[in-house]
């Protein structure tokens, strides 16, 4: 979520949403689906069905061993959801019941924005963000917990900061556990661009001698506007999604979800055309179309029918209301395509 340009959204409790026909859209070939859905931008699919409370802003989800889905968003402590079918989704309590005093440095309000939420070696991990609209005089902070559940957060205090001397913003990150058990946090948003540096896995803070910290994407020209890293892998590559352009504008937002890919975790990535993002390249996934305008904060998780990706967008027939917005993802071609 940009600090750079943050209009009038000013969350409270929202930011979230996602899909009820997934089971019965599983029952048709994913061929048949991509024939329906060209490379146009007005051929992105709409959202899978939600109801409940989806008014969200950045979400991200998973789903707990007993099939429970839990997801946090921007706002307040971090404003929670819950779903049993991941498609009716309940408010719950904040995931703080009281605010770290160490936020107050970087907010005002105070209040955290864009937390990542995954699960490794027997408990649950979110990192998230701490900032001021407009400003880099920003932190990422991590929480863990046993359960997951609001108010069972223990706060493990500051992860990276940024300041108005650096050519970054310490906001947006996402947590990457390659398959060597190696943990990396991306993160990022304006200024310079994406981000990479290496954690250690028993911390979950930075590396103690690997303190690089690499640049992943960039828009050296123009407008600076891409931030909110998700990376995954998938079959020999690593996949590195953001969100381009501005969002929290309402109908207004020209957000959009582009991805790159590498061989190395590290980059070089670049998209299906060979652009690199580190010189403003990027395939998109999904784009403003119909009602769904500026989709992005998105985050990527499996799940039983597949790999989903889990996004806001702004309701043009609900005055500009943030979303929550759920699609599977399909990756027989190379690339991610919505579906």
């Not at 146009?40 to 969200?56: F, I, K, L, M, N």
């Amino acid at each position: 979520m940009s600090s750079t340009l943050r209009p009038a959204f000013r969350p409270t409790r929202h930011r979230a949403c996602r899909p009820a026909r997934r089971r019965a859209l599983i029952a048709v070939p994913v061929a048949a689906l991509l024939a329906l859905v060209p490379s146009s931008a007005t051929a992105y699919p709409a959202p899978g069905r939600v109801t409940g409370d989806v008014v969200v802003h950045d979400p991200t989800m998973v789903r707990t061993g007993a099939g429970k889905y839990l997801l946090y968003a921007t706002g307040g402590g971090l404003g929670h959801r819950a779903s049993g079918d991941r498609i009716a989704f309940a408010a719950g309590t904040d995931a703080f019941r009281t605010k770290p005093a160490w936020w107050a440095r970087y907010s005002s309000v105070p209040e955290a924005w864009a937390p990542d939420l995954s699960y490794h070696g027997g408990r649950y991990v979110m990192y998230y963000s701490v900032s001021s609209f407009g400003s880099n005089n920003s932190a990422i902070g991590l929480a863990t917990s046993a359960t997951g559940e609001p108010g069972s957060w223990t706060d493990q205090g500051v992860v990276v900061t940024s300041s108005t001397s650096d050519d970054f913003n310490a906001i947006d990150p996402n947590l990457f556990v390659d398959d060597d058990g190696r943990w990396w946090l991306s993160y990022g948003s304006w200024w310079t661009g994406i981000k990479l540096i290496r954690l250690e896995p028993s911390t979950g803070k930075p590396h103690a001698t690997d303190t690089a910290r690499r640049s992943l994407a960039s828009r050296p020209t123009g407008t600076k506007a891409v931030e909110a890293p998700s990376i995954v892998k998938r079959g020999g590559h690593y996949y590195l999604f953001a969100s381009y352009d501005t969002c929290c504008a309402g109908s207004s937002s020209t957000y959009k979800v582009k991805v790159g890919r590498a061989t190395r975790v590290t980059g070089p990535y670049v998209d299906r055309n060979g652009v690199p993002l580190m010189e403003n390249g990027g395939t998109p996934v999904l784009e403003s179309h119909g009602r769904y305008i500026g989709p992005g904060g998105q985050s990527i998780m499996s799940d039983t029918d597949g790999d989903l990706i889990v996004y806001h967008y702004y309701d043009r027939d609900d005055n500009g209301t943030p979303k929550l917005g759920i699609n599977l993802l399909d990756w027989s071609t190379g690339w991610p395509v919505a579906y």
